[in-house]
């Protein structure tokens, strides 16, 4: 492979044309965008058209008999069929969060990268946030002795935070091809969470997997792997749940507040002498900066706090060249398959606790490792 990484990108909605299309053009020196596709023809080309691309399809598997290095799997239904398939192409796979839909497929799509010796990397660009980082770091020194994390995400709509950017849009695909797509999504969904209700299913997809799989992800990235699922709440407008992490117990609320354009998020790491915050703009801003506050006392004498803003690099951008590093270099990124594997582990767990009168049913169900058998 040369040292320009020749990519296709499947997908060409929302968070393509805001994000990953500009950034891969910006690393041109990494990435030779090969060809687009979107299941809307006017879409497709209109993305071509836009970012200087040769080709553009509406089928998946025409981007994969491409002459190509890599695929971005950026669609919003099921990734699965598409990354396993690029993958027993010898193709490396980038796919957007969710990995998949259901944690057995994602182990099918871990195994066809590991058989076909390629990198399959899942898109959870807040790990690559630089104030996320410097959190890390931080963190390290007092982890063992947090006794708190709480996590709180107040959801605004996105369309504000879009307006000016010239978004491309195209008719509904046919009926029939929706109704497809609509069928194997519910497959998918009863093999991660079998008979369950319907709100707590909906609330899987499109909650769980759609949104909290971020702040899931992120709190393992800072936390390690959780020993149990305390208790879930879970409904439409808004979500409870509490983690414990060994020593950790962590709070984390979701809410939809659909009249105000002002998204928040907060991770809060609080230990005897010091506490740690997180705050994150909504991820539809380019290069807005996550701020960081750093507060510490000496046994209730006296109290000091710091605000750090560490960078003004993009989280997304930092995510293709962590990409790119790991085709070309050959290492495994920092949110890998097995790492996505684990954030779909916790949101069946968390689905299926919800509502859970056993405080140890979830602890049962983070037990790690490979699935065995059905839900």
């Not at 890599?70 to 796979?93: E, K, R, W």
Request: proline share 6%; with cysteine; hydrophobic share 45%.
């Amino acid at each position: 492979m040369s040292s320009r990484i020749r990519v296709g990108v499947v997908g060409c909605g929302l968070i393509a044309q805001v994000m990953h299309l500009p950034y891969l053009m910006e690393l041109s020196d990494r990435y030779e965008v090969v060809a687009v596709c979107d299941i809307r023809e006017p879409v497709a080309r209109g993305c071509a058209e836009r970012f200087g691309v040769a080709a553009f399809h509406t089928r998946w598997e025409d981007v994969l008999a491409q002459d190509l290095d890599a695929v971005l799997v950026l669609t919003s239904g099921d990734h699965a069929p598409i990354a396993i398939s690029a993958a027993q192409t010898g193709l490396h796979v980038f796919v957007e969060k969710p990995m998949a839909l259901a944690a057995a497929d994602a182990e099918r799509m871990i195994d066809a990268a590991e058989a076909a010796g390629v990198r399959l990397m899942v898109g959870m660009m807040k790990r690559y946030d630089p104030a996320y980082g410097r959190l890390l770091e931080l963190i390290g020194d007092i982890r063992a002795s947090i006794r708190l994390a709480r996590v709180t995400t107040l959801e605004s709509p996105s369309a504000p935070y879009v307006a000016h950017h010239p978004l491309l849009d195209g008719a509904r695909p046919p009926a029939a091809m929706l109704q497809e797509l609509r069928a194997a999504e519910d497959q998918a969904l009863d093999t991660a969470l079998g008979a369950i209700d319907e709100v707590t299913r909906w609330c899987y997809r499109w909650i769980l997997l759609d949104s909290l799989v971020h702040e899931l992800n992120a709190l393992r990235g800072a936390l390690g792997e959780p020993t149990q699922v305390v208790s879930a709440q879970l409904a439409r407008e808004c979500v409870s749940i509490t983690l414990r992490f060994e020593q950790t117990d962590c709070h984390l609320s979701w809410v939809d507040l659909p009249g105000i354009a002002r998204y928040e998020q907060e991770l809060a790491f609080y230990a005897p002498w010091h506490r740690l915050t997180l705050k994150l703009p909504s991820p539809f801003l380019r290069n807005m900066p996550s701020r960081l506050l750093v507060e510490g006392g000496a046994g209730g004498s006296h109290s000091w706090k710091r605000e750090e803003v560490v960078s003004y690099d993009e989280a997304f951008r930092r995510e293709l060249v962590e990409f790119a590093d790991c085709v070309l270099t050959d290492r495994q990124p920092r949110t890998s398959g097995a790492d996505g594997l684990a954030d779909l582990r916790l949101c069946e767990a968390v689905a299926r606790a919800h509502p859970c009168p056993d405080p140890h049913a979830g602890a049962l169900r983070l037990a790690h490792g490979r699935t065995e058998g059905g839900p």
